[in-house]
């Protein structure tokens, strides 16, 4: 279930699940019942300030130290969700687009002097995985990421935009016995299918913004 109340996103998983992210708040391999995410401006964040620090004390606050968590500029109301299910495999994706410092992989930009944007999205699977079944889990939704990304036809002087420069994912799935997740398999499938349709309506719609914007 997800609940907005800006400038939080709260995606309750259901139940306590291994969570694999390099999220702010509790990255790694941990154990979560829920993944957050939090609106900020640059003026949240001057340059001197303890970021994660900070966070925490948000996060405790809210009495939410124990969710992974990201930080975001997207406006949180513009989230994307979709959902899929292959062979009895349920997958749900949620996911911030903000392509506003936007890369192609193996180049660099300066946004130095500009607002950073990021793709924030978190997973969740129903399929029961071995640790090394998260990690090839996460190598898809990263996948499906770019292939998003990719197909929203954002032009840089490197090339087509792969992602940001401020990307996270958050992958949570049940511990099982599953070690496979791979584009061959039905976990993959649905994992892909979720991903990719959240991330790519996200971009789209952050396209059509910021054309209209530029029309203006």
């Known amino acids: 279930m997800v609940t907005l109340e800006r400038p939080w996103i709260e995606f309750n998983l259901g139940a306590d699940m291994q969570v694999l992210s390099w999220a ?6 941990v154990t979560a019942r829920r993944i957050l995410w939090r609106e900020v401006r640059n003026s949240d964040l001057p340059r001197d300030l303890d970021v994660t620090e900070w966070f925490v ?4 606050a809210r009495g ?5 968590a990201f930080l975001t500029s997207r406006d949180v109301r513009h989230y994307c969700e979709a959902s899929a299910e292959v062979e009895g495999i349920q997958t749900h994706a ?12 193996g180049s660099r930009m300066d946004y130095s ?12 699977l129903s399929q029961g995985l071995t640790h ?14 770019t292939a ?10 490197s090339g087509t935009a792969t992602g940001t420069g401020t990307d996270c994912v958050a992958v949570a799935a049940p511990t099982g016995a599953t070690s496979y997740a791979g584009l061959h398999t039905a976990t ?24 209209r914007a530029a029309d203006a």
């Open 24 to 29: 702010v708040n509790r990255p790694g391999l």
């Open 57 to 60: 004390g948000k996060l405790s």
């Open 64 to 68: 939410c130290d124990d969710a992974v």
């Open 94 to 105: 949620v996911a911030t687009v903000g392509l506003s410092n936007a890369e192609r992989v």
């Open 113 to 124: 002097h500009r607002t950073w944007g990021t793709i924030n999205v978190a997973l969740r």
């Open 132 to 145: 090394a079944g998260l990690i090839e889990a996460m190598s898809i939704a990263v996948q499906a990421r």
């Open 148 to 157: 998003a990304v990719m197909e929203a036809d954002i032009d840089l002087p």
């Open 188 to 211: 993959g499938e649905a994992i892909g299918k979720a991903v990719y349709q959240a991330v790519h309506a996200g971009a789209l719609e952050w396209n059509s913004i910021n054309r």
